[in-house]
């Protein structure tokens, strides 16, 4: 057995859903589509995008050396906001564990193991907090395809995958790129979506997207949003739920850490409005969520309220 298969057996026997290998090449391409989504606007006030835009749409200004990317995808579906929430909706992804430190930690096991083959072997962890375009790695990797909602759908779990990489100085074995599009015809995501967010075929503007405005956006959230949130809170998973990949794929993962915690369950958002400070950090602590902060958390609330 050759090093890429032994690499892809470890990944599955550390709990990751999918792997595929990419080789490391520079796409034009990737630069001239992030360029032109910065250009727009599109990216709001997420600056930490644009400062490392160079980096982001060209592999080999974020790891010089990089010769193939490891993707990998962790299912993380635990059901649907309706099935635990009544007052208020949060988005799937944050009502567990901080995926990043359980992702980065599987990775750095991962790249261990490979370092033990050679020890002249390199690479670097990834997450989505890395310059790196994760899920247009992911498809040449043949992982899955980027639907409309700009979002991974992959064929055995949907969209609800997260996604991590190791970037190496060393050749494997690539897999097939997933160039088949199969969202075909279906506008599914476009239409359901309340803020008019995905404005065409694979175009995100996330200015109008309600994830964006309760989680990135540090600002008050514009007037235009008001009737239209849908009782979200802390991100949102309106394009993803109504993806037909997702009802007819989408399987219960069976990572723990991922499970909903049982005071996000058992209470409502006017007792989440009332938490002082140390109560949230002491029940958001290990969590995604800590990065709204109180003081988000309370403005989303609000705006649902007024």
Same mark, same amino acid.
């Given at each position: 057995?050759?090093?890429? &298969?032994?690499?892809?057996?470890?990944?599955? !026997?550390?709990?990751?859903?999918?792997?595929?290998?990419?080789?490391?090449? /520079?796409?034009?391409?990737?630069?001239?589509? %992030?360029?032109?989504?910065?250009?727009?606007?599109? &990216?709001?006030?997420?600056?930490?995008?644009?400062?490392?835009?160079?980096?982001?749409?060209?592999?080999?200004?974020? /790891?010089?050396?990089?010769?193939?990317?490891?993707?990998?995808? %962790?299912? $993380? @579906?635990?059901?649907?906001?309706? *099935?635990?929430?009544?007052?208020?909706?949060?988005?799937? /992804?944050?009502?567990?564990?901080?995926? &990043?430190?359980?992702?980065?930690?599987?990775?750095?096991?991962?790249?261990?193991?490979?370092?033990?083959? *050679?020890?002249?072997?390199?690479?670097?962890?990834?997450?989505?907090?890395?310059?790196?375009?994760?899920?247009?790695?992911?498809?040449?990797?043949?992982?899955?395809?980027?639907?409309?909602?700009?979002?991974?759908?992959?064929?055995? #779990?949907?969209?609800?995958?997260?996604?991590? !990489?190791?970037?190496?100085? +060393?050749?494997?074995? $690539?897999?097939?790129? #997933?160039?088949?599009?199969?969202?075909?015809?279906?506008?599914?995501?476009?239409?359901?979506?309340?803020?008019?967010?995905?404005?065409?075929?694979?175009?995100?503007?996330?200015?109008?997207?309600?994830?964006?405005?309760?989680?990135?956006?540090?600002?008050?959230?514009? *007037?235009? +949003?008001?009737?239209?949130?849908? *009782?979200?809170? $802390?991100?949102?998973?309106?394009?993803?739920?109504?993806?037909?990949?997702?009802?007819? =794929?989408?399987?219960?993962?069976? !990572? @723990?850490? #991922?499970?909903?915690?049982? =005071?996000?369950?058992?209470?409502?958002?006017?007792?989440?409005?009332? %938490?002082?400070?140390?109560? +949230?950090?002491? +029940?958001?602590?290990?969590?995604?969520?800590?990065?709204?902060?109180?003081?988000? %958390?309370?403005?989303?609330?609000?705006?649902?309220?007024?």
């Amino acid at each position: 057995m050759n090093l890429s &298969h032994n690499i892809k057996q470890k990944a599955f !026997e550390l709990g990751f859903s999918k792997i595929g290998i990419a080789k490391a090449q /520079y796409y034009q391409s990737d630069k001239i589509n %992030l360029n032109n989504w910065i250009d727009s606007g599109y &990216h709001g006030s997420m600056d930490w995008i644009a400062k490392r835009k160079e980096e982001r749409s060209d592999i080999f200004k974020y /790891y010089p050396k990089a010769k193939s990317v490891i993707s990998v995808a %962790l299912n $993380y @579906f635990t059901g649907n906001s309706k *099935d635990y929430f009544s007052t208020h909706k949060i988005s799937n /992804y944050a009502w567990g564990d901080d995926y &990043h430190t359980l992702l980065k930690s599987k990775l750095y096991i991962l790249l261990d193991y490979i370092k033990k083959y *050679d020890n002249n072997l390199n690479g670097i962890c990834c997450v989505d907090t890395s310059p790196i375009s994760e899920k247009v790695w992911a498809q040449r990797a043949g992982l899955g395809w980027i639907g409309k909602h700009t979002n991974l759908i992959t064929k055995d #779990f949907g969209t609800w995958v997260f996604l991590g !990489e190791i970037v190496t100085d +060393f050749e494997l074995d $690539y897999d097939k790129v #997933f160039s088949t599009n199969l969202c075909g015809s279906c506008t599914a995501c476009i239409e359901a979506c309340p803020t008019d967010a995905i404005i065409g075929d694979y175009k995100l503007d996330a200015n109008k997207c309600i994830s964006y405005q309760t989680i990135e956006n540090k600002l008050d959230i514009p *007037d235009d +949003f008001k009737g239209k949130m849908d *009782d979200w809170i $802390y991100g949102c998973d309106i394009c993803q739920e109504v993806c037909p990949w997702n009802h007819r =794929f989408s399987v219960l993962t069976n !990572e @723990f850490s #991922f499970k909903p915690r049982d =005071f996000l369950k058992n209470n409502d958002a006017n007792i989440l409005y009332n %938490l002082n400070q140390e109560e +949230f950090s002491k +029940f958001f602590k290990d969590s995604a969520m800590k990065r709204t902060k109180l003081a988000g %958390l309370k403005r989303n609330i609000d705006f649902l309220k007024n």
